[in-house]
């Protein structure tokens, strides 16, 4: 037997040295959408990316990578 399992979709980015989990408002919008979506309530993510996605427990995690305040 075969069981399929559909991961969740998670969002995470780094704020002042900790990690800010975020839900998925809506399964059917794009990573780019979400991300649009929460800039409203977090500005530093006006100028943050979507990076490059990793599964872990069952879920596929989407990093917001802030550009914001980087040096290089």
Known sequence: M???TE???KFVFREKQQTIDLSDPDAQWSP???LNF???QYPILTTA???AYTI???AIIYPFEC???TKG
């Open 2 to 4: 075969i069981l399929v």
């Open 7 to 9: 991961l969740k979709r």
């Open 32 to 34: 780019a959408e979400v």
């Open 38 to 40: 929460y800039a409203t």
């Open 49 to 51: 990316k979507v990076g």
């Open 56 to 58: 872990k427990d069952d």
């Open 67 to 69: 550009l914001l305040g």
